[in-house]
Protein backbone atom coordinates (compact mmCIF):
# COMPACT_ATOMS: atom_id res chain seq x y z
CA UNK A 1 0.00 0.00 0.00
CA UNK A 2 1.70 3.35 -1.22
CA UNK A 3 2.47 5.57 1.88
CA UNK A 4 -0.83 7.44 3.51
CA UNK A 5 0.46 8.32 6.79
CA UNK A 6 1.87 11.70 5.07
CA UNK A 7 1.32 14.43 7.34
CA UNK A 8 -0.86 16.15 4.01
CA UNK A 9 -3.48 12.87 4.36
CA UNK A 10 -3.46 12.22 8.36
CA UNK A 11 -7.32 12.23 8.97
CA UNK A 12 -7.63 16.05 11.60
CA UNK A 13 -6.93 15.14 15.02
CA UNK A 14 -10.14 14.15 17.11
CA UNK A 15 -10.56 17.08 19.37
CA UNK A 16 -12.20 14.49 21.48
CA UNK A 17 -9.83 14.65 24.24
CA UNK A 18 -11.11 17.88 25.82
CA UNK A 19 -14.61 18.42 25.97
CA UNK A 20 -16.74 20.30 22.88
CA UNK A 21 -18.41 23.51 25.25
CA UNK A 22 -22.04 23.33 24.13
CA UNK A 23 -22.84 25.34 21.21
CA UNK A 24 -19.42 26.09 20.13
CA UNK A 25 -18.12 23.47 17.71
CA UNK A 26 -19.98 20.05 16.31
CA UNK A 27 -17.77 17.18 15.64
CA UNK A 28 -17.79 16.26 12.00
CA UNK A 29 -18.64 12.91 10.92
CA UNK A 30 -18.12 10.55 7.95
CA UNK A 31 -20.93 7.47 7.98
CA UNK A 32 -19.98 4.83 5.60
CA UNK A 33 -22.87 2.29 4.61
CA UNK A 34 -23.80 -0.31 2.08
CA UNK A 35 -27.31 -1.22 2.24
CA UNK A 36 -30.72 0.29 3.80
CA UNK A 37 -29.04 2.73 6.05
CA UNK A 38 -31.49 2.43 9.07
CA UNK A 39 -28.71 3.19 11.53
CA UNK A 40 -27.06 5.84 9.42
CA UNK A 41 -31.00 7.29 9.64
CA UNK A 42 -30.44 7.35 13.51
CA UNK A 43 -27.68 9.37 13.26
CA UNK A 44 -29.01 12.09 10.92
CA UNK A 45 -31.84 12.21 13.03
CA UNK A 46 -29.77 13.03 16.12
CA UNK A 47 -27.68 15.03 14.24
CA UNK A 48 -30.64 17.04 13.51
CA UNK A 49 -31.15 18.07 16.90
CA UNK A 50 -30.21 21.88 17.38
CA UNK A 51 -28.06 20.72 20.09
CA UNK A 52 -26.65 17.51 18.90
CA UNK A 53 -22.54 18.07 19.52
CA UNK A 54 -22.04 16.63 15.54
CA UNK A 55 -22.49 17.05 12.27
CA UNK A 56 -22.76 14.17 9.15
CA UNK A 57 -20.25 15.99 6.58
CA UNK A 58 -20.29 12.96 4.53
CA UNK A 59 -22.02 9.81 3.27
CA UNK A 60 -20.05 7.16 1.41
CA UNK A 61 -20.87 3.83 0.54
CA UNK A 62 -19.22 1.15 -1.97
CA UNK A 63 -22.50 0.11 -3.16
CA UNK A 64 -24.13 2.30 -6.17
CA UNK A 65 -28.13 1.47 -4.96
CA UNK A 66 -28.20 1.44 -1.55
CA UNK A 67 -30.90 3.11 0.26
CA UNK A 68 -28.14 4.67 2.72
CA UNK A 69 -27.95 6.96 -0.30
CA UNK A 70 -31.24 8.14 -0.99
CA UNK A 71 -31.66 9.04 3.24
CA UNK A 72 -28.40 11.37 2.68
CA UNK A 73 -29.67 13.07 -0.31
CA UNK A 74 -33.18 13.43 1.36
CA UNK A 75 -31.24 14.90 4.39
CA UNK A 76 -29.47 17.06 2.26
CA UNK A 77 -26.24 15.69 3.08
CA UNK A 78 -23.05 15.40 0.72
CA UNK A 79 -22.68 11.60 -0.64
CA UNK A 80 -20.86 9.89 -3.02
CA UNK A 81 -20.28 5.84 -4.00
CA UNK A 82 -16.55 4.43 -3.79
CA UNK A 83 -17.36 1.38 -5.79
CA UNK A 84 -14.60 -1.13 -4.44
CA UNK A 85 -14.99 -3.48 -8.42
CA UNK A 86 -13.49 -0.31 -9.57
CA UNK A 87 -10.31 -1.01 -8.10
CA UNK A 88 -7.50 -3.45 -8.66
CA UNK A 89 -7.61 -4.29 -4.55
CA UNK A 90 -8.32 -3.53 -1.13
CA UNK A 91 -5.62 -0.84 -0.79
CA UNK A 92 -6.30 1.04 -3.64
CA UNK A 93 -9.75 1.14 -2.83
CA UNK A 94 -9.05 2.51 0.66
CA UNK A 95 -7.52 4.93 -0.33
CA UNK A 96 -9.43 6.47 -2.46
CA UNK A 97 -11.88 5.90 0.83
CA UNK A 98 -9.28 7.72 2.80
CA UNK A 99 -8.82 10.68 0.04
CA UNK A 100 -12.67 11.78 -0.02
CA UNK A 101 -12.66 11.06 3.96
CA UNK A 102 -9.75 13.60 4.74
CA UNK A 103 -11.55 16.24 2.15
CA UNK A 104 -14.80 16.31 3.95
CA UNK A 105 -13.29 17.19 7.21
CA UNK A 106 -14.37 14.18 8.99
CA UNK A 107 -12.88 13.96 12.42
CA UNK A 108 -14.56 10.51 12.89
CA UNK A 109 -15.65 7.73 10.68
CA UNK A 110 -18.96 5.85 11.77
CA UNK A 111 -19.41 2.26 10.19
CA UNK A 112 -23.04 1.66 9.63
CA UNK A 113 -23.69 -1.64 8.43
CA UNK A 114 -20.53 -1.28 5.72
CA UNK A 115 -19.92 -4.48 4.57
CA UNK A 116 -15.96 -4.20 3.46
CA UNK A 117 -13.07 -5.59 5.33
CA UNK A 118 -10.93 -2.97 6.12
CA UNK A 119 -7.50 -3.82 5.91
CA UNK A 120 -5.68 -3.09 8.93
CA UNK A 121 -3.13 -0.38 7.89
CA UNK A 122 -7.02 1.98 7.16
CA UNK A 123 -7.82 0.63 10.74
CA UNK A 124 -4.40 1.75 12.30
CA UNK A 125 -5.08 5.20 10.04
CA UNK A 126 -8.36 6.18 11.74
CA UNK A 127 -7.44 4.23 14.99
CA UNK A 128 -9.63 5.75 17.76
CA UNK A 129 -11.39 7.89 15.09
CA UNK A 130 -13.22 4.45 13.54
CA UNK A 131 -16.39 3.09 15.25
CA UNK A 132 -18.54 0.50 14.17
CA UNK A 133 -22.28 -1.41 15.11
CA UNK A 134 -22.64 -4.85 15.70
CA UNK A 135 -25.49 -6.87 16.66
CA UNK A 136 -24.41 -8.96 19.20
CA UNK A 137 -23.30 -8.06 22.79
CA UNK A 138 -19.51 -8.73 21.88
CA UNK A 139 -17.08 -9.92 22.22
CA UNK A 140 -19.54 -12.71 21.86
CA UNK A 141 -20.91 -13.80 18.39
CA UNK A 142 -18.54 -11.97 16.13
CA UNK A 143 -19.24 -11.70 12.49
CA UNK A 144 -22.37 -12.66 9.89
CA UNK A 145 -25.54 -14.07 10.64
CA UNK A 146 -24.92 -13.29 14.38
CA UNK A 147 -29.10 -13.81 15.41
CA UNK A 148 -29.32 -17.27 13.53
CA UNK A 149 -26.20 -18.04 16.15
CA UNK A 150 -27.55 -16.81 18.99
CA UNK A 151 -30.80 -18.34 18.81
CA UNK A 152 -29.01 -21.80 17.67
CA UNK A 153 -26.59 -21.20 20.70
CA UNK A 154 -30.03 -21.00 23.04
CA UNK A 155 -28.61 -17.75 24.58
CA UNK A 156 -31.67 -15.91 26.65
CA UNK A 157 -30.11 -12.36 25.72
CA UNK A 158 -28.57 -10.55 22.94
CA UNK A 159 -28.24 -7.69 22.40
CA UNK A 160 -25.88 -4.45 20.56
CA UNK A 161 -22.98 -3.11 20.49
CA UNK A 162 -20.87 0.45 19.16
CA UNK A 163 -17.43 -0.06 19.68
CA UNK A 164 -13.74 1.64 18.14
CA UNK A 165 -12.72 -0.43 15.24
CA UNK A 166 -9.35 -2.74 15.44
CA UNK A 167 -7.83 -4.43 13.05
CA UNK A 168 -9.56 -7.63 14.13
CA UNK A 169 -12.94 -8.34 12.98
CA UNK A 170 -15.43 -7.04 15.45
CA UNK A 171 -12.91 -6.38 17.92
CA UNK A 172 -11.98 -3.14 19.78
CA UNK A 173 -12.75 -1.22 22.92
CA UNK A 174 -16.52 -1.30 23.56
CA UNK A 175 -18.34 2.05 23.72
CA UNK A 176 -21.93 1.64 24.63
CA UNK A 177 -24.31 -2.06 24.88
CA UNK A 178 -28.05 -2.37 24.82
CA UNK A 179 -29.31 -5.81 25.59
CA UNK A 180 -32.35 -7.58 24.33
CA UNK A 181 -34.52 -10.64 25.79
CA UNK A 182 -34.68 -13.28 23.46
CA UNK A 183 -37.54 -14.98 23.09
CA UNK A 184 -38.98 -18.49 23.53
CA UNK A 185 -40.08 -18.77 19.64
CA UNK A 186 -37.43 -16.08 17.86
CA UNK A 187 -36.89 -16.34 14.59
CA UNK A 188 -33.77 -14.59 13.15
CA UNK A 189 -36.27 -11.96 11.67
CA UNK A 190 -37.51 -11.14 15.15
CA UNK A 191 -34.53 -11.39 17.18
CA UNK A 192 -33.12 -9.09 14.38
CA UNK A 193 -35.65 -6.44 15.02
CA UNK A 194 -35.50 -6.07 18.44
CA UNK A 195 -31.95 -5.86 18.44
CA UNK A 196 -32.05 -3.29 15.34
CA UNK A 197 -34.31 -0.79 17.44
CA UNK A 198 -31.81 -0.80 20.24
CA UNK A 199 -29.13 -0.13 17.83
CA UNK A 200 -31.02 2.79 16.53
CA UNK A 201 -30.68 4.24 20.22
CA UNK A 202 -27.24 3.27 21.20
CA UNK A 203 -25.06 4.77 17.96
CA UNK A 204 -26.84 8.17 18.63
CA UNK A 205 -25.50 8.05 22.34
CA UNK A 206 -22.37 6.61 21.14
CA UNK A 207 -21.86 9.94 18.97
CA UNK A 208 -23.17 12.03 21.45
CA UNK A 209 -20.38 10.58 24.24
CA UNK A 210 -17.45 10.89 22.00
CA UNK A 211 -18.46 14.70 20.43
CA UNK A 212 -18.91 15.86 23.99
CA UNK A 213 -15.18 14.86 24.64
CA UNK A 214 -16.70 11.91 27.60
CA UNK A 215 -15.04 8.86 26.25
CA UNK A 216 -11.22 8.15 26.72
CA UNK A 217 -9.36 4.56 25.93
CA UNK A 218 -7.18 3.06 28.74
CA UNK A 219 -5.81 -0.43 28.33
CA UNK A 220 -8.05 -0.59 25.13
CA UNK A 221 -11.41 -0.30 27.58
CA UNK A 222 -13.32 2.76 27.19
CA UNK A 223 -13.85 5.45 30.40
CA UNK A 224 -16.78 7.42 30.21
CA UNK A 225 -17.14 10.43 31.82
CA UNK A 226 -19.89 10.89 33.80
CA UNK A 227 -21.51 7.88 32.91
CA UNK A 228 -23.81 5.97 35.33
CA UNK A 229 -24.29 2.34 34.65
CA UNK A 230 -28.21 0.79 35.02
CA UNK A 231 -29.10 -0.51 39.03
CA UNK A 232 -31.60 -3.41 37.33
CA UNK A 233 -30.72 -6.89 36.44
CA UNK A 234 -32.98 -8.88 34.16
CA UNK A 235 -33.46 -12.37 34.28
CA UNK A 236 -34.86 -15.09 31.95
CA UNK A 237 -36.80 -16.40 31.85
CA UNK A 238 -38.51 -14.07 34.38
CA UNK A 239 -38.85 -14.99 37.53
CA UNK A 240 -42.31 -15.94 38.68
CA UNK A 241 -43.41 -13.05 40.26
CA UNK A 242 -42.02 -10.70 37.59
C1 LIG B 1 -26.97 -3.50 11.46
O1 LIG B 1 -27.57 -4.61 12.08
C2 LIG B 1 -25.59 -3.27 12.01
O2 LIG B 1 -25.48 -3.64 13.37
C3 LIG B 1 -24.75 -4.17 11.17
O3 LIG B 1 -25.31 -4.08 9.88
C4 LIG B 1 -26.69 -3.74 9.99
C5 LIG B 1 -26.87 -2.50 9.17
O4 LIG B 1 -28.22 -2.12 9.11
N1 LIG B 1 -23.37 -3.79 11.22
P1 LIG B 1 -28.61 -0.69 8.53
O5 LIG B 1 -28.02 -0.62 7.12
O6 LIG B 1 -28.02 0.34 9.43
O7 LIG B 1 -30.10 -0.67 8.51
Given at each position: MPDTRSSASRPPKLQADAPIPAGTRKLKVAVLVSGRGSNLQALIDACAIPDFPAEISLVLSNVAGAYGLERARLAGIPSGVIDHRGFAGREPFELALHAALVESGAELVCLAGFMRLLTDAFVELWR?????????????????????????????????????????????????????????HDDADRLAARVLAEEHRIYPLALRLIAEGRTRIEEECVIIAGARAPSLAMTNPAPPDA
Amino acid sequence: MPDTRSSASRPPKLQADAPIPAGTRKLKVAVLVSGRGSNLQALIDACAIPDFPAEISLVLSNVAGAYGLERARLAGIPSGVIDHRGFAGREPFELALHAALVESGAELVCLAGFMRLLTDAFVELWRDRLINIHPSLLPAFRGLHVHERVIAAGARFSGCTVHFVRPAMDAGPIIVQAVVPVHAHDDADRLAARVLAEEHRIYPLALRLIAEGRTRIEEECVIIAGARAPSLAMTNPAPPDA
